[in-house]
């Protein structure tokens, strides 16, 4: 090899080490960015995401009108707040993500530190523009001031929100009863060829996400959630989605306060058929015991609403309870006229015994008053003559008897065998017609007769509402 061939060789050696190092020194060098281009500022100065910037705020971020931006929506139960049967209303605390794609943003990290993602404030930003159908009053929820955006354009906006929205409610078998409320989503505007809804999360995911974040019930036990997108063949109408949650009452609290009193009276009522016909004890406790379930049926009106297509299975147990208690009522009514109406008979057996003591002359002074009584009361009911008047002659007669005056007391003697002979035949007559304790052993009879059916009817019926209640 000649001097001039080493040199050249030596000079191309030379060069190829040269351009490996520079070749090494950019491979070094490729993944450090300058310091300037580290920070989220770089990242928004770059997108150009003003508030005077159109193309984000203004229209739905496409490049081709024709494209349809498809919404993906998470929802999350966190609490059941407030079921208000009376006015219809259910009270959730729910959190939402929606997320889309703004073909606007785009960024390549690796210019800028590795940021693929930033924050930015909503207002800046598209959104879309989904509300509940049921909601009726405003969130009280602020909203969240900020929303995401990484590198591939993806956006993402994550809500808390307190609703107020309303839910027919079904309670035919209150308290043990099953609602299901319905959170359906859908765009104001927008109509499918412009945006599809999608669900993030399918029924079962949903369901254990809204288990695993719940912080409180109040006094309902949650079931299920379940998803149900209605996507609309027709791109002229709107993309629905429908959150269905579903939950049981804690009826507990309902049958401690509110069933077993009432079956505590019914007890104290069928009791009380131990009690005396004769007295009138027995009334005014039966009255006592059907105004205490007055008063709770009351209270059983202030809980359910009035627009209820059927009647709930709780207003039947009260009105059948009710029922049977003024039934138990009118019976105590009907055997104590009965037990009266025996005892007149017995009344007018004491005052014939007492006229034979006074006919047979057996009249001494204890006995002389209610001899002259009883004849003034026979006088006055026979002749109609007014009792004062017959007091006045009765106390004058018997003044004079006292004083000896024998012929006065021989006249009412003979006045009260005459007396004695017509009530005599007054009495035979009704002693053909009824007898002794007649009426008194009916009474026994019906009063067995109604407590036999009064107790299978308390069975029949609470054992058919346990059926109503337990059923599916």
């Not at 997108?47 to 159109?54: A, G, H």
């Not at 509300?131 to 001031?145: F, H, L, R």
């Not at 999360?201 to 209605?230: G, H």
């Not at 009514?333 to 009344?347: F, G, H, T």
Request: aromatic share 10%; glycine share 2%.
């Amino acid at each position: 090899m000649t001097f001039e061939e080493k040199k050249e060789y030596d000079t191309g050696v030379a060069v190829m080490m040269l351009f490996g190092s520079l070749l090494l020194l950019v491979f070094l060098t490729d993944d450090v960015c300058p310091e300037e281009n580290c920070s989220y500022q770089d990242v928004l100065n770059y997108l150009n995401t003003s508030s005077n910037n159109e193309r984000f705020s203004m229209s739905r971020p496409v490049k081709n009108y024709r494209h349809t931006t498809p919404v993906y929506l998470e929802v999350v139960l966190y609490a059941i707040l407030d079921v208000v049967e009376k006015e219809q209303k259910f009270i959730p605390y729910v959190w939402t993500v929606m997320r889309w794609h703004n073909e606007y943003i785009s960024w390549d990290p690796n210019q800028f530190c590795g940021i693929d993602n930033v924050s930015l404030p909503t207002e800046l930003l598209w959104k879309p523009d989904l509300t509940i159908v049921e909601m009726t009053e405003k969130d009280k929820a602020p909203p969240s001031p900020y929303l995401t955006i990484n590198a591939k354009g993806d956006v993402e906006v994550q809500n808390v929100q307190m609703l107020v929205s309303t839910c027919r409610m079904q309670i035919y078998k209150f308290p043990f009863d099953i609602q299901t409320c319905n959170l359906t989503f859908q765009s104001l505007i927008h109509a499918a060829k412009d945006i599809r809804l999608r669900a993030s999360d399918n029924s079962s995911e949903a369901t254990e996400e809204s288990r695993e974040a719940m912080r409180t019930q109040y006094e309902w036990l949650f079931i299920n959630m379940t998803v149900t997108p209605r996507n609309s063949t027709d791109l002229l109408c709107k993309d629905v989605l429908v959150y269905t949650i579903k939950m049981k009452r804690r009826s507990a609290l309902y049958i401690i306060n509110f069933i077993l009193p009432i079956l505590f009276f019914l007890c104290l009522d069928l009791a009380s058929f131990l009690m005396s016909d004769t007295s009138g004890e027995k009334l005014s406790f039966k009255v006592t015991v059907l105004l205490a379930v007055t008063v709770l049926q009351l209270i059983l009106n202030d809980i359910l609403p009035s627009s209820s297509d059927r009647i709930p299975l709780i207003a039947v147990y009260c009105i059948g309870i009710f029922a049977l208690m003024m039934l138990s009522l009118l019976e105590t009514i009907v055997l104590m006229y009965l037990i009266e109406k025996d005892s007149a008979p017995q009344d007018n057996e004491k005052n014939r015994s007492m006229r034979d003591k006074c006919n047979q002359g057996k009249d001494n002074h204890k006995t002389r008053g209610k001899c002259h009584q009883l004849f003034f009361n026979s006088k006055y009911t026979l002749t109609g003559e007014a009792p004062s008047e017959l007091l006045s002659m009765a106390n004058e007669r018997q003044s004079r008897k006292l004083v000896g005056d024998e012929r006065v007391l021989e006249t009412v003697s003979g006045e009260l065998r005459e007396m004695e002979k017509t009530l005599s035949l007054i009495l035979s007559s009704r002693r053909d017609e009824f007898k002794p304790c007649y009426w008194s052993t009916v009474a026994k009879r019906v009063n067995k007769v109604v407590f036999i059916f009064y107790v299978i009817s308390i069975t029949v019926f609470l054992f058919w509402l346990f059926l109503m209640w337990t059923s599916e």
